[in-house]
């Protein structure tokens, strides 16, 4: 059998990304009329990156239940993901820099964007991650293409099967890319431009809006697995 998402969870799926692309308005029409505001939502320890830190930490419970109970190659698979979620989750908060108030090294000051202690923020990672965004917009189309022709559901069954994000979060994963074009086109910098926030704002705004939908989908994808690992067969080690 197919590794199936439950029908309720589509339907979440759908109304996500209808919510997604209906904020994702809403938060270009306030940085067009209040750039300052919106730019506080992106600041650092700022309300969408405090909900990164929750969307990861909740996939990351979510996969632990599923690895509970898909063991076998699947479940160590599971266990590298929660394990990636949760270095994640440090790097967002800065090891616990800020909160702890640790002075970063000059020698990392010196390489780190940002002046702190991370790893992602780093010159080269820091240029290099811009590019996740155009990879799952791909894969987003494939699998908007994919349940398009209805084979969303007629793959045989398996590991590969298990892990595959469901059809209908093809929608939310094509939305990551669209605040880093806005950014691309210049549409954030025009907004921006003639506050004190100008001229990095817009690529902050971008990464960070991105980010956010990038770790929602992750949480959102972690459900699924979360589901098919209650509604797999149990019986004997053939099912693990």
Do not use: K
């Not at 398009?148 to 094509?174: K, M, N, V, W």
């Not at 431009?193 to 990095?200: C, K, N, S």
């Not at 972690?222 to 067969?233: E, F, G």
């Amino acid at each position: 059998m197919p590794a199936a998402t439950p029908a309720p969870l589509d339907r979440l799926y759908g109304a996500c990304a209808l919510l997604t692309a209906a904020g994702l308005v809403a938060l270009g029409i306030l940085a067009q009329r209040d750039p300052a505001r919106a730019f506080r939502l992106v600041a650092e320890d700022g309300p969408l990156e405090w909900g990164q830190v929750l969307s990861l930490c909740a996939a990351a419970v979510l996969l632990a239940c599923a690895a509970w109970r898909r063991r076998g190659p699947v479940g160590g698979l599971l266990l590298l993901a929660i394990a990636g979620l949760l270095f994640v989750v440090a790097e967002e908060l800065s090891w616990g820099q800020r909160l702890l108030g640790l002075r970063t090294p000059d020698a990392v000051r010196a390489l780190n964007r940002q002046r702190e202690m991370t790893f992602h923020n780093l010159s080269l990672l820091h240029e290099l991650r811009h590019a996740v965004p155009i990879v799952l917009a791909a894969w987003g189309c494939a699998l908007c293409m994919r349940q398009a022709r209805g084979r969303a559901r007629s793959a045989p069954g398996g590991q590969a099967e298990f892990l595959r994000p469901a059809p209908a979060l093809g929608f939310q994963l094509a939305l990551i890319p669209v605040p880093y074009a806005a950014a691309a086109l210049g549409l954030p910098a025009a907004w921006f431009a003639g506050t004190e926030l100008h001229p990095h704002a817009d690529w902050r705004l971008a990464s960070e809006t991105g980010e956010s939908l990038f770790y929602f989908t992750a949480f959102l994808h972690a459900l699924s697995l979360r589901a098919r690992a209650r509604s797999r067969p149990t019986a004997g080690p053939a099912s693990r």
